[in-house]
Structures are given as C-alpha cells and as structure tokens.
Antibody, heavy 121, light 109 residues
Framework: QVQLQESGPGLVKPSETLSLTCAVS?????????WGWIRQPPGKGLEWIGS???????YYNPSLKSRVTISVDTSKNQFSLKLSSVTAADTAVYYC??????????????WGQGTLVTVSS | SYVLTQPPSVSVAPGQTARITCGGN??????VHWYQQKPGQAPVLVVY???DRPSGIPERFSGSNSGNTATLTISRVEAGDEADYYC????????????FGGGTKLTVL
C-alpha cells in the first residue's frame, strides 16, 4: 500500500524559496499515474498547487504558476515542490498526494500526513 | 476558471441523513470526488467518480451528480462523521486543473 511522507523546513523567511520533498513508499513513483501537492492555510480550505505525471508533464495552479516547480527523482522514489518568493500568505499545511484515475476522472488518494510551513522573518 | 460552491455548514442529528451539495456550471458533465477531513488530519477520499466508494468506506456514504449540482449523502449519521467535507473535480477546459470546493463543516447535533 502506497504511503507518502512530506519533509522540509517548517520555517521559511519572506522572499525565500520553500522546498519540500515527498517520499513515497510501497510503490514505485515511476509507475504511478501522477502525483500532486495541495496546501491548506490555517483555518481555510484546500488549494491545489500542482501535479506531475509519470511522463514528466507538469500542471500548476494558474494563481501560483509563476512561482512553482514540481519535479520527480525516480532514483530516490520521491517528488519535490519548490515555491519561490514566499510571503506570509503562503503559510499553510502542505500535503503531497498520489493521483489516480483516467481521462476526466482524476482524484487524489492517499495523502501524506501534511507538514506545516510558516513564512516569517 | 472553474468554481465549485459548497455550503459552509450542514447540521444533522444522529441517525438522520446529511446531504452536502457541490455546485458548478454543468458539473454533471464532470467526475466529482469527495474528501473527508477531521481536525488535525489529512483528507481522506470517501467517494470518487461521482458515486464509487474506496475500500473501507462505509456504504452509508454515497454520491450523485447531475445538472449543476453534485451531492454527497451520508445516511444514518454518526458522531464520528463530524468533519469537513470537500468536493473536487478535474477541469480541462483551460488546462489540466484540479479544483476543490470551499468545504462544508458537518456538525452532528
């Protein structure tokens, strides 16, 4: 059964780059359909950040596209998120998730436990 | 961009039926998925592809989708069902976009 675990700094300074990694176990990341990052500001709802397909194709939330990069490291069976020029508005719990589905049917299951990233000087 | 609208809150007594709606333009033409999120926990998929349940999810959870509204129905509600619920679709009209609704807080009275 696939399991995901996020890791990275819990505190990032404004204007710097947020970097997180999602380690995948129980499944080969190169065999997966796609992988995604989703975030949740404190007390608010879920916001999709971006997804990367096993082919390497990436898709990003238009509101974040200019600042986001998602990549995969098959040798380490993990994928990563980089979000540049962060502000306090980027403070959130960041989740990684496994994508499933086909055609227009695309959902996330399972999810990692999430990691809180605070942007503050 | 595609927008999903959910009521902020729904309240129901134990044993009754809860219905949580998710509105979107012609959402019936899309595949809708639902997640349950309890405080301090990651979201869990409870319904996918409008009405299918992942293994381990009780039959009390069901879904439907038609026209401009998708609905998550929870029958015989239990105290443990109290949580936030989010709908989600994949929109390809402008690009490959995953969209979440704003979430609905289910309160069990």
């Amino acid at each position: 059964q696939v399991q995901l675990q996020e890791s990275g700094p819990g505190l990032v300074k404004p204007s710097e780059t947020l970097s997180l990694t999602c380690a995948v176990s129980g499944y080969s990341i190169s065999s997966g359909y796609y992988w995604g990052w989703i975030r949740q500001p404190p007390g608010k709802g879920l916001e999709w950040i971006g997804s990367i397909y096993h082919s390497g194709s990436t898709y990003y939330n238009p509101s974040l596209k200019s600042r986001v990069t998602i990549s995969v490291d098959t040798s380490k069976n993990q994928f990563s998120l980089k979000l540049s020029s962060v502000t306090a508005a980027d403070t959130a719990v960041y989740y990684c998730a496994s994508g499933s589905g086909y055609g227009k049917r695309n959902w996330f299951d399972p999810w990692g436990q999430g990691t809180l990233v605070t942007v503050s000087s | 961009s595609y927008v999903l609208t959910q009521p902020p809150s729904v309240s129901v007594a134990p044993g009754q039926t809860a219905r949580i709606t998710c509105g979107g333009n012609n959402i019936g033409s899309k595949s809708v998925h639902w997640y349950q999120q309890k405080p301090g926990q990651a979201p869990v998929l409870v319904v996918y592809d409008d009405s299918d349940r992942p293994s381990g999810i009780p039959e009390r959870f069901s879904g439907s989708n038609s026209g401009n509204t998708a609905t998550l129905t929870i029958s015989r509600v239990e105290a443990g069902d109290e949580a936030d619920y989010y709908c989600q679709v994949w929109d390809s009209s402008s690009d490959h976009i995953w969209v979440f609704g704003g979430g609905t807080k289910l309160t069990v009275l």
